[in-house]
């Protein structure tokens, strides 16, 4: 169903290729004319045009109410995924939002607009590789789903080496599988966008888009699909890195499983058959027993809350979770903007992205605990977002939880409902942001919360003088940074009571960095700043003295002078 040019377009390409169309001029008569059959639907192929039948303001995308009405037919109904009617949303663009609600309501794909022979020709074998070989009517369902070389498995190999592409595409090609490829994670991910692949095999480093982000991307348009973990393809990451740092950093970004180079056609093969197999075996344990419920809200209460983030993917996908639990989401893009909601509405909580470039989310955290929590006895959640596993900095400094990217719709609706739940129950405790006025804080003068923070590329590194710090017996808020020109950026937006520096680091090392804070008229202009760094050689005190550092530590760092160290200049700091 489109407006009558396209639809001629389109009607006069489908006919060229011998296909059977029929146009509908409205929604009725769309209606009126899908009905289902005993084997599923009489049409195979559904295009609509999303908007095309609505006012240019309206938002409310109600030409997919058909699209969410055929779905919960086909649920009702147990109508076999491969006999489901295959749904085309014809958009505008698409990176834009209508693309996302129509995946969302349950379009199989997208198209955009002006109709083009290329796009209808590929839509069309995306919708030829669901359907059932003549060759495997006569098998059972388990040994279709079961058989590695079917030609239902369609891979995406994405890599922007020519060599590396061919190499892996022969392998897979003789293995009978079907493969296209992708030079860089940007068109990877407009690939993912239009086909539907059970494997991806990416890259780390790439130009325009990294693996890593590509997959971040892959999983979130997932997710605003609304697609469960069987349902998502198996993204693994082909690298040529084998420590396990590098390996964590894939599955961080939410790749599925990690291949070294070379690639060895034998573990290949391996790997995809495994993944393969191990979807569909969650498919099949899914249609064969009893559906099992998503998270749903025990109750239909209706919430407000805000979503401070720039990144448009994520508030769409958060947007979505929260719809499901009866709250209503506003947007927000700055410290200004979310104060300016927070004093203008009632709102039940806050999803805080941590990420953001030049982003102070702890002042943001604390001015809101002033504004809004000397109205309520019970402090509001604030939810902090982040792509780094260890949530022990951001849960110390006030966050009520964390939200990790990419985000998973079953996880998020947990830790929402478990807070909400909480407060509806009675007074939560143990939740104080730092610069929150607490009658417990007056009591407590006299041991001051020390600032410090650590910066250091090495994360065993940084956890080592985190666990140090926290057996020291003091107070400290901790804060770590990966490399100098973050610690640049972060100590111009606060003021710290001392900082850990390491030497070596990529993109400005630690020398470098502390220059820069010297000369900058910041707040840490005269903050002591402590070496530690596995250079032993003389002469590298003199060098780090020389860059405007106050100390010097070597590692691997002892606790005994990691004490030392903290008792000199902690002291000459709160004299």
Known sequence: MLDNAQGMVLKAMLTRDTHQCFMCANMSELAANIKQSPTGWNYDVLFLEQGAHNSKESKDYADLDIVRQVRKVEAAAGIHLLKRLFIVGVVSSMDSEECVECLRAGADTCMPKPIRRTNVTEVMEIRSHTLIQPALEGMSVSKQVREPNSRKVRVLVVDDDNGQRTLLKTMLTKEGYEVD???????????????????????????????????????????????????????????????????????????????????????????????????????????????????????????????????????????????????????????????????????????????????????????????????????????????????????????????????????????????????????????????????????????????????????????????????QGGSYLMEAVENGLEAVNITGLRQYDLILMDCNMPIMDGWQATEKIRQTEGPNKMTPIIAVTANAMKGDREKCIASGMDDYISKPVERKRLQEVLGKWVHRTSS
């Not at 749903?296 to 719809?323: E, F, M, N, Q, W």
């Not at 019970?378 to 009520?400: E, K, M, N, W």
């Not at 996880?411 to 129950?425: C, D, G, R, S, T």
Request: charged content about 30%; overall charge negative; some cysteine.
């Open 181 to 471: 490829t992708a030079e860089d994670g940007d068109l990877a991910v407009k690939a993912a966008q239009r086909v539907t692949y059970q494997v991806i095999l990416m890259d780390g480093f790439m130009p325009n888009k990294t693996g890593w982000e590509a997959t971040k991307d892959i999983r979130a348009e997932e997710i605003a699909r609304g697609l469960d973990a069987s349902c998502r393809c198996a993204i693994i990451g082909v690298t040529g890195a084998t420590s396990k740092e590098d390996e964590a950093k894939c599955f961080q970004s939410g790749m599925t499983d990690v291949i070294s180079k070379p690639v060895k056609r034998e573990t290949l093969v391996q790997k995809v058959i495994k993944w393969t197999q191990k979807s569909e075996d969650k498919a099949l344990d899914a249609t064969a027993g009893s559906e099992l419920p998503s998270v749903v809200a025990a109750k239909a209460i209706s919430r407000a809350a805000i979503i401070l983030d720039t990144d448009r993917s994520s508030r769409v996908v958060l947007k979505g979770i929260l719809k499901a639990l009866g709250t209503t989401a506003d947007f927000a893009s700055s410290h200004a903007e979310c104060m300016s909601l927070i004093q203008s509405k009632e709102i039940d909580m806050v999803l805080m992205n941590t990420t953001m470039e030049g982003f102070d989310y702890i002042t943001t955290l604390d001015e809101i605990r002033r504004v809004h929590d000397v109205h309520d006895a019970d402090l509001i959640p604030i939810f902090g977002i982040s792509t780094t596993a260890d949530t022990t900095a951001l849960i110390r400094v006030g966050f009520t939880s964390v939200i990790q990217k990419p985000f998973d719709r079953n996880i998020v609706q947990e830790i929402v409902l478990k807070h909400m739940h909480a407060e509806e129950q009675g007074p939560k405790s143990g939740i104080m942001a730092h610069g929150a006025s607490s009658a417990a804080k007056d009591d407590e003068k006299d041991e001051k919360e020390l600032r410090v923070l650590i910066v250091e590329d090495h994360w065993a590194n940084r956890r080592l003088l985190e666990a140090m710090l926290r057996k």
